[in-house]
T-cell receptor, first 115, second 114 residues
């Protein structure tokens, strides 16, 4: 079975400062990796995904994540955060080639951007 | 293109009652998955339906059940509600075939059991 660990439950950061949200996974087979964001009283929105190919993936709003197979990590980074980035972020995996869309999520990291 | 629609958005039920939640996926999507989100346990997979068949099931008691209709709409039912069933229930819609791309989530149904 696969599992996801998000090492920080809460991350406060000042506006315009860089941030890294950490995610490690455990799986005996190949996985796909995702970052989702959740704003208060909302569902989840996909931020970015790694399926194959380049290990560095980027989102349209300045976030990026790098897949590191040897360290089984998929950390999320942003060089300069904005107030609007305040939200909860979830790292998730699904088994590649399993024919199922089941996602296994980490516990989430609450990012608070301080003005 | 309309997104994933979950109804109702909010629900209050009494312990022992049953409840049915509804999810309409994105048009053309054939896979619907359900997740339970609580502060203590986080996001947990309930089940996945594809073409009216349950394709995968999480580790939940038999009180939790679901089904999918021929138009891909899905319902989940929880019988004999317990206080611990209070949660945000999220539905996710996916194409269901071919290379996995992403799951699109609805806004959820907030269930409160009193």
């Amino acid at each position: 079975a696969q599992s996801v660990t998000q090492l920080d439950s809460q991350v406060p950061v000042f506006e315009e400062a860089p941030v890294e949200l950490r995610c490690n996974y455990s799986s005996s087979v190949s996985v796909y990796l995702f970052w989702y964001v959740q704003y208060p009283n909302q569902g989840l929105q996909l931020l970015l995904k790694y399926l194959s190919g380049s290990t560095l993936v980027e989102s349209i709003n300045g976030f990026e994540a790098e897949f590191n197979k040897s360290q089984t990590s998929f950390h999320l980074r942003k060089p300069s955060v904005h107030i609007s980035d305040t939200a909860e972020y979830f790292c998730a995996v699904s088994l590649s080639g399993a024919g199922s869309y089941q996602l296994t999520f980490g516990k989430g990291t609450k990012l608070s951007v301080i003005p | 293109k309309a997104g994933v629609t979950q109804t109702p958005r909010y629900l209050i039920k009494t312990r022992g009652q049953q409840v049915t939640l509804s999810c309409s996926p994105i048009s053309g999507h054939r896979s619907v998955s359900w997740y339970q989100q609580t502060p203590g346990q986080g996001l947990q997979f309930l089940f996945e339906y594809f073409s009216e068949t349950q394709r995968n099931k999480g580790n939940f008691p038999g009180r939790f059940s679901g089904r999918q209709f021929s138009n891909s709409r899905s319902e989940m039912n929880v019988s004999t509600l317990e206080l611990g069933d209070s949660a945000l229930y999220l539905c996710a819609s996916s194409l269901g075939v071919g290379t996995i791309t992403e799951a699109f989530f609805g806004q959820g149904t907030r269930l409160t059991v009193v």
